[in-house]
């Protein structure tokens, strides 16, 4: 039995989980959705993980392996810390949870993650986090154009493009009410738009070019992916990037400018649509045959 983490109070990318499924039953395994929000870890003699959905008998977890795809939308840091450890504590009973959950949480945060990238050497977009509006103020006056983003924000959403130190700086101050951190990042003139590459253990399985009307090249916003070309550049990046953070498979967006690439993102649970759509490859295959040789050896 397969299992596939995800909170009961969410459906982020229905049709990810689906194709995971389909992959999972395709090997002659039976896949099992595991409600991160409803799930119990029991200490004392031992750890044990216990599942239950509402009122009904909690069954205790028992999986060959796991595949996490999110944790949720997290209310406080206690919910996101007590996650974390219900998936920590899975992976200490014994199953292989991929991604780990340590490097999910990693990878999944911007700012943990270009520390990673760039203690490695690894081209990202020059960068400011701090929690002093001023700070960020200077950012905005030094690099003229920037892009304000959530440190663990997704698809686009929420992400600004300003120009104006002051129009920044009300930014800012929004942020700073709600207990966010300021993450500004120098905006990159971008070719039209730029690549998703999508990496399973250790190599490449492929590339899109997502190509956008506006600045944002999300396919969430509207962006159209067409399949490209997989360099040996863009395949090195993507591989060594995942590799630095520490994940069994992710899909890394770099931009190619002018002065060369950069490493935008790192997604630890990318959804795979518009990039199945464009190149005719279904990531889940390969996500789910390299979890069963994992879990072999």
Known sequence: MIGIIRPYEVEFNPGDVTDLENAIEKRGYTPLRIYVDMVEIRMGSGIAVRHAVGRSQPVEVSLEGALLRHLG???DFEQLLHRVWVVKAMEESGIYVMNPVMSWLVAGDKTGALLRLTKAGL?????????????????????????????????G????????????????????????????????EKNGGDYRVVVVGGRAIGAEFRRGDGWKTNVAQGAKPEAAKLTTELEELAVRAVQVLGL?????????T????????????????????????????YIVDYLLEKIKR
């Open 123 to 155: 081209p990202v977009p020059p960068t400011s986090v701090s929690e002093n509006m001023f700070l960020g103020y200077r950012a905005v006056g030094e690099w003229g154009r920037v892009v304000v983003k959530q440190t663990r924000g997704a698809m």
């Open 248 to 256: 069994d498979y992710g899909g890394v967006d770099i931009a190619e």
């Open 73 to 75: 939308i997290f209310r």
């Open 157 to 188: 959403y929420g992400v600004f493009l300003v120009d104006n130190p002051d129009v920044a700086f009300h930014i800012f101050s929004t942020l700073m009410n709600l207990n966010k951190p300021i993450y500004v990042q120098k905006y990159l």
């Open 258 to 285: 002018n002065e060369g690439y950069y490493i935008l993102e790192v997604n630890p649970t990318m959804s795979w649509q518009g990039f199945k759509m464009a190149t005719g490859i279904n990531p889940a295959d």
